[in-house]
């Protein structure tokens, strides 16, 4: 919950082009997929 709403804050922030460097590579790094994560959470709803 807390990441969600740090990521949605950042994305307002970032919108704004109110980032700097640093913080908007953190921010991109967290919204890049994370493969093995996300395909391992999905595949267990379909069983």
């Not at 740090?6 to 082009?17: D, F, S, T, V």
């Not at 996300?38 to 709803?45: E, F, I, K, W």
Request: net charge positive; hydrophobic share 40%; no cysteine.
């Amino acid at each position: 919950m807390v990441i969600k709403d740090l990521k949605q804050q950042l994305r307002k922030l970032a919108l704004e082009k109110k980032l700097s460097k640093e913080t908007l590579d953190l921010f991109t790094e967290m919204e890049r997929p994370n493969f093995s994560k996300d395909l391992a959470t999905s595949s267990t709803t379909w069983f």
